[in-house]
């Protein structure tokens, strides 16, 4: 009976070793997978923020009403950044005479919107929209269709358009 004593024990020290591996094993294994999907999170919404930064910075600049130009341009400005909002800054004077004299009027909506490229700071972006367009040279209204490349830059904890450009 003494030799079969040994035996059991290292068999008792054997199971609680493999225990406690098993556990840092499966321990190890719930917070890598954890991490995974915290990342993957973090990056949908990240990418989420991003599109509709895009999709609200697309609709300033294809909606605006002479009546209200000074608010209109106003908020394509409150979203850009750097060349781009110095440019539309330097023209919004023009612009308001412009829109004013052709009683000028569009309608933006949103079709579609996707990432190019992004990192964490910056990224392209296509859109798709539609505008119903009316000035004095068409008091019905005109339906129009844009495609637009926007660069965005992420300052200040906003993403800001940098670039607008028609494509398409």
Known sequence: MSKALPVLALSGRAWAAGLVVATVLTTAL??????????????EQRRQVLLAAARQSALNFTSLDYRHYGRDSANVLEGATGDFKKQFAAQTEELTKLVAEN???????????????????????????????????TPK???????????????DGRWLTSDVEFVG
């Open 30 to 43: 719930t917070i890598w997978l954890s991490l995974g999907v915290y990342d993957q999170r973090e990056t």
């Open 103 to 137: 009683r000028s009027m569009s309608e933006g909506q949103i079709l579609e919107a996707g990432i190019v490229r992004s990192d964490e700071r910056s990224a392209r972006v296509l859109v798709v929209a539609d505008s119903k367009v009316t000035n004095t040279a």
């Open 141 to 155: 209204g005109e339906a129009r269709t844009y495609r637009l490349q926007l660069d965005l830059v992420y300052r």
